[in-house]
Structures are given as C-alpha cells and as structure tokens.
C-alpha cells in the first residue's frame, strides 16, 4: 500500500497495523507438536518446544516477526543485491562484497556440515519462511516504504562470511602503513603505527607502495557508509553517499573492541563463576543482538536444550550466553588473518597474472548487478588469483591487490556456536572450538562446577616469511603460509592462579608463546583498568561486576594530564587559567555532567589534528580511524617528544623539543577553550562531556521528518571514551558523537539461575509502535539491565505475552 512519508500518524497506524501476533495461537505448516512461545515485560521470547526441528523452526519464526527487515538487508548485504531494491546509490556496496565472496564456495560448505547441523539450519529457515509466507498483507512498513516483498530464505542466506569480515577485516591498515611508507619512509611509519611486541617492518626488497592512494581502500570505506574523501563533516553516518537506508549495518570500525572476564568459585560472593560479556561494535538500528532463551528435547538422550544469551537474527543458535551448565562470553582476538599481495598483471591481458611459474590466467566470475530503475544489470568481472579476490586494482591495471583471508579456506564457515550452545564442560566447550575458523574470537568460559577458562579460537595462519605487516609481492612464493598453527597453540588457559581472566583485545600472547596470533592489538587501557580492579577486590557480585561494565575512569587521562598542566603552568592566559581550574583536582573519570572530562577530550582531539595533520595531509582521516594507535602514537610524543612533528604546530621556534610539545599542548587548550565556549558559553558549569558525547539510534528509514520521529531513538548524553571499560568511543576524524557501544551486556550468575542479568541496546523488536521497539534504550543509556531470567516459575511470574504455534489442521 502507498504511504505518506510525511504523515506521521498515519506511518504510526500502519506501524500498529502490521505488528505480529504474540498472544493467542498462531497454526503453521512444517510444525511438528505445540510450541510455547512466552514473552517476558522487556521482550525476551522463551521457546518451549519438544522437538530440535520445533524449537528452531521457532526460532526463525520468532526472529521474522520482530527483525525481519534487518534480515532482509542483512541477507542482501551478504549477497550484494541492495542495488535490486535501492537503486545506483548501493551498487558500489555490491560490487565489493561479490568481490570479498561473502557467499562464493557456500554450496560446499553446506555439503561439509554434518545432518544435525544441516536439519537445525533448515528448520529455522523454514520458521522465517513460514512467517513470512502467513505476513504478506502484513509485511513490517520498511517494506511498504522501499515497495517490494522479501524472496523465500534458503540455508545459503543464513551462511555468510561478512559478519566474519566485520570483525576480522583487518587488510585496509596494511594498506594505510604501506602509504605511510610511501610517505614517511619505514621509521616514521612505525612511530604512527606501533607494534607489539616491537617488531621492525620487513618491506619485501624492490617493492614501491608509491602507487597507493585513498582509492585503495574506497570501495571498504564506503562499505562501511563513509565516504571515500573521508570528509563528512557534520552530517549524520545514515546520509553517507552510496548507502542509502543502511544505517546501523554501515557503523565503521573506529573504536571497537570488547571486554569480558570471569571470576572462579574463590573470588565469587555466591561460591560460584561470575563470568562478565559486553561485546563493542559499531551502532545499528535496530541492534545487532537479538535475546532469546531456547528450551527443548533431549539431544543426546540425557540432556536437555536450554540456553539463553543474545542471537543473530538471521542465523540459528545462541551466539553469547550461557546453558544449564556453562556461560560464555566473546571479545575479538584481534589476529591477523588477512594479507594483501602484490599481483603483476600482463597489460595486454588483464586476466593473465605473474607466478614463480610463469604467468597464470585468473578465475573469473561474471557477476550481474540487478539494479532498480535500471533496464539491464550492471555487469562486472571479478578476478581470483591464487591468492585471492582482487581487491584494487592500479590506474594503468598492471598491479593488483588479492587478499588473502582464512575464511575464504574450506571449512571456515562454521556453525560451531550450535555445538558450543549443548557444551555441558571444558572438553565439550573446547571441543566445539576446534574448527572454530573466523572470525578469530576470545571464548571466555566459565561452569557450575567453579572452573574458567579462555582459549582464542581461530584459524591461524603461518607465514613462511615476514609479520604480515604490509603488502607483500604475490609473483614469488616467499610469502606463501605454510597451513595453520594447530589447536593447541591457541592462547588458552584453564583456570588461573589469580582467580579470574580477562581480554579487552589486548594481547594473549608472549615470548614463550607457540605461534605470535598478531602483531597488532588494543591499546590495552580497558583491559588494565579491569585486571586492576578485578585484583584489587577480594570478593565479587553481580553488582560489583556491573559496576565494572560502566566503568568510565580513564587511564590515558591519567598519564595526559600532567603534561597539560606542565604545560600551562604560570601562564596567564585565561584558557591555561581554566585548565588549571578544571584539570587540577579532577579524578580522571569521564562522567556526563563532568567539564573536566569536556576540556580534556577536546584538547585531545585538537592535540591529534595539530600534531598529525601537517605531516599526513589527506592520510590523516585514514590514520585517526585507529583510534589505539593515534593514541599510543600521541602519548609517546607527550613521553619523548619529536621536532619532526611537533614544529610545524607549535608557533614557535625552538631546539628544545619539549619546549615544542609544550607550546603545541598550550594551542589545544586555547583552541579546546574557545571551541568549548561557543558551544556552550563563557559559564565552565555549563560544560558537560555528555553535551559533546551523544548516541543517537538512526534508522536508514529516516528520510523526512515525520519517518525520523518514527523511527529513530535518542539523542541521549554518555560518559566514558573508547578507551574506558564501558568503551563509548567517538570517531576521530568526526565528531564527539559516540560510534562504538557495548552492543550487549551479560552477567551470569552460574550459582543462581535467576539472578543474571543482560541488556541490549535500544529494544528487542525492530518494528516501531511495538511496546519493546526503545524500552530498553533508557535502561541501556543509565548502565541498567534486566533479569536474564532461566527457570520456568521465574519467567511465568513476569509474562507479558505468550502465544502457542500449532501444526496447521
């Protein structure tokens, strides 16, 4: 039906008219016995079923009538077919995840998987199909907005590398420390992109990076929904040019990171493991995390389904969670399983490419892009090299970049997050591990008997030669891998002398360790504060966990300030007479309400630019994208200055180069003041940290005024940076405003049941007019949570709504 896209109450009454059923009886095809479905106040479905067909037939079916439009642009985004139903703006977005192969090979896959995998993947296809086949007249009013219905769902579309390659999609800093090179030579390069351990950059002999520029990486950047140029100003992320309605699947990865750790028997106020979970990503609309609670039949003729946690909508199974007898949590291992190589390509031929045997003839693949409003698709040829995808290619088309990635290996598509939902030990748990391939992850884990544990589970690859630092040339076969490190030189501990583990992305590895994972981690500040606490207390309850999770105390804040004050000291402009004021007693604690924390963060942000920016020119957008190491990078100039890039900032001349860095330090404080000031005025009361730094939920529906107040959520006021525990972390190359979230917050009680508690961030429906589309926002925003409730009578004491799916007559 045609909408009104200005009319707001008549959006909000076809919004109300097309929310599903969730009380009463629904009857279904492909449904064996009865399934209970019962809804708790904050949304959370818990599935009763007593069949494994039953109970993710459910799921898929749950899944559909809360998120099916961020399944639909999910499985398109996969596939690259948003071009299809959005027009020209999305084809660039297409053209790149045809080119990564987010779907090629995934026909085999699906032929590796064992028949209790491929019957659980079905039936919950079969359950998103089965509300969607009953909803046509009823479709969520995305739909009716863009004007088409979704296709029937097959196995293949819930089977995707992408979300592997939003968490591992490491291959653009390659590319940027390759321009850097290019740049600044090898040294200076290394000073802006820090290693750890230590490593020297190893750039193949004979190899020229000159050749790189911005465009390199275009096509990535824009799949994230910026823009090439990396300018985009003021504007909101959901107006970024070529990414038309794909706010929240476009958040960029500045700032991203997770925590989680856990607490034994011996540091647990109850006697049994805490274990603590909030994964970082970047914001979406609706949320990345679905909750569900699935209990079923027995599987292995003894024990039962029953795990609750936060899921993909899309996909089966429980990703984050915990069962009757274990919980586990995820954070990034940060590893480096992608390379960047160098092909030589004939310039008569482009498909005929250089190899230590002689030239060789690429694999194509013709892809056709249906593109709306178009009368033919827009066709283009994909080239594979030994090595990988061509990802680049130079503007006279002799060189071209292929990226190797562990996930385009057999077996790397795995639906092993089904195995570890029925774990009931270590050895279930680590077994369900062991094809674990991409994304690389820290599987924190914890159980009813009092042991934890951590293992980084991934595919890691071994390099016959070099750190992978860089761009290596693919017509020899010196940087070939020589396979994967084997399970057991995973980073893996069971148990702890200190009674508890923790990873915030920092690095898992040391000297001694079997094989190095990266190269390249977390600045580490999260993950220091929380170890630091975590050995501080003695004892721990959920509370006390909690507690942890909205941690805002900022240890960067800590080493930066004094050289601030050092800097103003005795100077009698009025800015250096505010710092003072505010820096001096402050407690380094980035709360809302804080002016301190204002005046830090946006002399932090001018302390970036003004030392940076006169050397990078256009490679400064690109540089403070990592924001870990900007930081490290700035931190080390406060700690040992450098004339090199400090001159040019500082206004003044000197031989002293911590007379420079002083004088630079003084310009951002003035300019931090005045930027300050004509926000907020002359009144420093008036200064809050979260006035600068908001979150603010955009739907890519939001088009016209009346479809923004439907739609989006917020703004509203956050404490913290993207280097405190609760990581809020702001895009340097913007704005304050907060890019980076906890995307889901879980602590589990494995001493009692009923006393977790989890949360998400904006609502557990994705459909406007639902009473659960923004409850949760609130919550999340304060640092609250609900009751991740477990048992029966816990959950039917606080039903809102509980609908019966029955076998159709």
């Avoid at 008219?17 to 009865?34: D, H, T, Y």
């Avoid at 996930?407 to 092993?416: C, I, K, L, N, T």
């Amino acid at each position: 039906m045609a909408i009104d896209a200005s009319d707001l109450e008549a959006l909000r009454s076809e919004a109300r008219r097309v929310l599903p059923q969730v009380a009463g009886e629904i009857r279904l095809r492909g449904i064996e016995q009865p399934i209970k479905v019962v809804r708790d106040r904050w949304g959370v479905p818990h599935v009763f079923a007593k069949s494994t067909r039953d109970l993710f037939f459910a799921q898929g079916f749950v899944h559909a009538q809360d998120r099916l439009w961020q399944m639909e642009l999910r499985r398109r985004i996969s596939s690259g077919r948003l071009a299809e139903v959005f027009g020209p703006g999305a084809l660039k977005r297409d053209v790149f995840a045809r080119t990564l192969g987010f779907q090629r090979g995934l026909a085999q896959e699906w032929d590796s998987y064992d028949e209790e995998t491929r019957a659980i993947v079905e039936a919950y296809v079969a359950g998103v199909n089965a509300f969607v086949a009953d909803h046509l007249d009823r479709l969520p009013i995305e739909f009716q907005l863009v004007g088409f219905a979704p296709e029937p769902w097959t196995f293949l579309d819930a089977l995707t590398r992408a979300v592997a390659y939003n968490q591992g999609g490491i291959w653009p800093r390659k590319i940027l420390r390759a321009r850097l090179i290019a740049r600044l030579g090898v040294e200076r390069a290394r000073q802006l992109m820090p290693t750890d351990p230590d490593v020297a950059i190893e750039v193949p002999d004979g190899l020229d990076y000159g050749w790189l520029g911005a465009d390199a990486v275009a096509d990535h950047l824009e799949s994230l929904g910026y823009p090439a140029d990396g300018e985009l100003g003021a504007r909101n992320l959901d107006l970024a040019p070529g990414a038309p309605w794909l706010a929240g699947e476009a958040a960029g990865d500045a700032a991203v990171g997770s925590n989680n750790w856990a607490v034994d028997s011996f540091k647990a106020l109850g006697g049994k493991p805490l274990l603590a979970s909030d994964p970082h990503l970047g914001i979406a609309h609706p949320s990345h995390w679905y909750e569900m609670h699935l209990i079923g039949p027995t599987y292995d003729g003894k024990r039962f389904y029953n795990v609750a946690g936060c899921s993909t909508p899309g996909q089966p199974g429980i990703v984050i969670g915990r069962n009757a007898r274990i919980a586990w949590g995820l954070t990034n291992a940060s590893a480096d399983i992608q390379d960047v190589y160098i092909e030589e390509f004939d310039p008569n031929d482009p498909l005929r490419y250089r190899t230590p045997a002689g030239w060789a003839l690429a694999d194509t693949g013709e892809e056709a892009f249906a593109v709306r409003g178009a009368r033919e698709p827009e066709r283009r040829t994909i080239r594979i090299t030994r090595h990988g995808p061509i990802v680049h290619t130079s503007a006279d088309r002799r060189l071209g970049l292929a990226l190797r990635w562990t996930a385009y290996e057999p077996g790397s598509v795995f639906m092993g997050v089904l195995r570890i939902n029925r774990a009931a030990n270590w050895e279930e748990f680590t077994g369900a591990l062991r094809e674990w391939a991409a994304p690389p992850m820290n599987f924190l884990y914890a159980d009813v008997d009092g042991h934890i544990g951590h293992v980084a589970a991934g595919r890691y690859p071994i390099r016959r030669c070099g750190k992978g630092l860089v761009p290596v040339p693919g017509w020899t076969d010196d940087y070939e891998w020589d396979g994967f490190a084997p399970f057991e030189h995973c980073p893996q501990t069971l148990n702890a002398s200190d009674h508890f583990i923790a990873t915030a992305n920092q690095r898992t590895t040391s000297a001694s360790s079997p094989h190095p994972v990266s190269h390249e981690w977390d600045a580490g500040f999260r993950a220091a504060r929380i170890k630091s606490r975590l050995h501080e207390q003695r004892r721990w309850s959920v509370g006390d966990m909690a507690e942890l999770q909205s941690d805002v105390l900022s240890l960067p804040a800590q080493s930066i300030v004094p050289f601030v004050l050092g800097a103003v000291d005795g100077d009698g402009d009025d800015a250096a007479a505010i710092a003072r004021e505010l820096f001096g007693g402050w407690n380094f604690v980035l709360d809302r309400g804080s002016a301190a924390a204002a005046l830090y963060e946006a002399t932090l942000h001018r302390w970036f630019a003004n030392v940076f920016r006169p050397r990078l020119g256009d490679l400064f957008h690109h540089y403070v994208d990592q924001s870990s190491a900007v930081l490290l990078s700035a931190m080390r100039l406060l700690e040992r200055p450098d004339a090199f890039w400090l001159a040019a900032a500082a206004g003044i001349r000197s031989e002293s180069a911590a007379e420079l860095r002083d004088a630079v330090l003084r310009r951002c404080v003035r300019e931090a003041v005045a930027e300050l000031q004509q926000r907020f005025g002359e009144d420093v009361g008036a200064w809050r940290w979260g006035r600068l730094h908001t979150i603010y939920f955009a739907h890519g529906a939001a088009r016209t005024p009346a479809l923004k107040r439907l739609f989006n959520v917020g703004p509203f006021e956050m404490p913290g940076d993207g280097f405190t525990p609760n990581n809020t972390g702001q895009n340097f190359r913007f704005s304050y405003r907060q890019v980076a979230l906890a995307s889901y917050r879980q602590i589990v009680d494995l001493g009692n049941p009923d006393a977790s508690l989890a949360i998400h961030p904006i609502g557990q429906s994705g459909q406007p007019e639902s009473p659960h589309y923004s409850d949760l926002a609130p919550l999340w925003a304060r640092g609250e949570y609900h009751p991740m409730l477990f048992t029966r009578g816990a959950i039917e004491a606080v039903a809102e709504a509980t609908v019966m799916l029955l076998p159709a007559e």
